[in-house]
């Protein structure tokens, strides 16, 4: 670490936006930026309270994407903690469909009170911005502004 950054680690993203198009590139994660000490996550960045984030793109260029603009952010599993937090935290799989017509299917967290752990608890939540699908090789992170329904799979 320097005296002026914070090293970061670099994690492969495919970002899909409102106007279409897919941004490849690498998102910068801070080691040690959750309450619990954890290694800060993709996630935690789209959820978080600021309004740009930067992508390092293939040829150096460092772009900054605004998560208004954010229509879906695919990162591989690697950097997700979803096997530590299924063992707290019951899972449900599910499909959720966009208002394009997409359809995307996988497993959710419902970690919420035990008094409001249903579904519909948990897509009313008005504290994350992005709804996390999780997969075997990937989790799928979908602006909850372009979701026109969600079904219960399981």
């Not at 897919?22 to 954890?38: H, K, N, S, V, W």
């Not at 309004?51 to 879906?72: I, M, R, T, Y």
Request: no cysteine; hydrophobic share 40%.
């Amino acid at each position: 670490m320097s005296d002026y950054r914070i090293e970061k680690s670099r994690s492969p993203v495919v970002i899909t936006t409102h106007s279409g198009e897919r941004i490849t590139g690498e998102m910068f994660l801070q080691p040690f930026a959750r309450p619990d000490g954890g290694t800060e996550r993709p996630a935690d960045i789209l959820n978080g309270a600021q309004p740009f984030f930067p992508v390092l793109l293939s040829d150096g260029e460092l772009l900054l994407v605004s998560k208004e603009q954010v229509l879906s952010l695919a990162t591989d599993a690697a950097h997700d903690d979803f096997d530590e937090r299924a063992r707290i935290a019951r899972p449900a799989v599910i499909e959720v469909r966009l208002i394009s017509g997409q359809a995307h299917s996988g497993a959710i967290l419902l970690e919420l009170p035990v008094e409001h752990s249903r579904l519909l608890d948990f897509m009313n939540r008005d504290d994350e911005r992005f709804l996390t699908l999780h997969s075997s090789d990937h989790s799928l992170l979908i602006n909850r502004r372009v979701i026109e329904h969600v079904r219960q799979l399981d």
